[in-house]
């Protein structure tokens, strides 16, 4: 009974701050003698039907259906909050929008079916977090799961009255388990179902309920509605069309895609940075790449651990490679530097940029946060060729260009658009939803702000 009452409790606390999420800011007047036609009622009711966040049923009025629109237009363009305002390392502020005034447009215009069309982001991420909130919320709303037994042996083999629980809880969320003759035994079947969950959690894959798994498995129902909500706010500031050509690096799932032509031609593992020297969310673009750079070390770095590595061992500095130039630490280009082999500038207001490492082992790490804020790219050699394919540069003639020991820098004759985002919920196309850690705890900052109605 009390852990029942403490699920009520989770689950009223999770759908009342949705709700606030969907309705908050100040009250809004709709126009004086406003009447909307049939036609128009019938594509603001469809919107509103067709949205997981908007509680059934129409308004009564012609005034209520005008203020829920404006507030669903207001949602969708990201016009809630101002991310800059909220955090600076957010530079993802969308463009500002006056929904009242272009609703009350379109109404005198007769397009108002045509204008709502326009307001969700059209990205398929962005539809399939919506589904997947709607698939949450209906889990929510059922009771959703209570957190695992205490004491379960979650290991191949292993056999405890509390596997049950675990078999049910993987099948709720839509995972395939096996029926068992021994549904009490860790079998194969069930195995393969937890790595599943592992691998769409961030988590190491090896088929055991060690206590990172289990954190996971315990995240309530309610907690990954709020979850998917940061994520589709997030969308909601990205630009409707996004470049056809471009790279996104996306910081929580420490991954990045080269797309050509819209489609992803090019994945690859980035590690970013950690909780205290945060990876900002903002966008850019690639213009040049540099073949053996120098690192011009930053003041801060330099003096919090290069110099006091150097303070205890006199040859630190020269067995690392390390000089100085113009009263400023460097260290020289070659197989120590932090660099690596090659860097990919860009134009950053944060200072920082995409780069080699001859730390290759940090990419099979599981969490990859792990950087002063930099984004460390796994297969750099391979993505400077695709990046200067159309300048007829090709593998080989970078490798060589690298042998010879040089530093040179590449322009970019068409600049890559480049997109670094924080994304904790992503949809595969099955539907299937891959949670990431937040790890910077900006998903809590946000449905924060969003509660509090964070006025731009």
Known sequence: MIACSHRQARLRAGLVLLVTLTLAGGALAAPVGLQLTSVEKLAMLQVLGADPLVEPGGPATDAMLWDRVVRFGQR??????????LDPLWAMDPPQRDVETELLVAHREDRISAWLQTLSPPNPQYAGLILASRRYQALARSGGWLPLPKGLVGRAGSSHAGILALRARLSLEGYDVPISRSPEVFDAGLVSALKQFQGHHGLLVDGVVGPLTRAELDVPAETRVLQIEANLERWRWMPRNLPADRVEVDIAGAEAVLFRGQVPIFQYRVVVGRPHDKTPMFVSRLNAIVLNPPWNVPTGIANTEILPKAAKDPKYLSENDFIWVDGHLQQKAGPKSALGLIKFDLVSPFG??????????????????LSHGCMRVEKPLDLATLLLTPQGMTLASLQAAIDAKETLRIALNTPTPLYVMYWTAVVDPGGQVSFRPDVYDWDRRLITALALGVSP
Not at 76 to 85: A, T
Not at 352 to 369: I, N
């Open 76 to 85: 969708e363009l990201g016009q809630r909050v101002q991310p800059s305002r």
């Open 352 to 369: 920082v940029y995409l780069h080699d490492t001859p730390l290759r082992e940090v990419f099979s790490k599981p969490s990859r946060a």
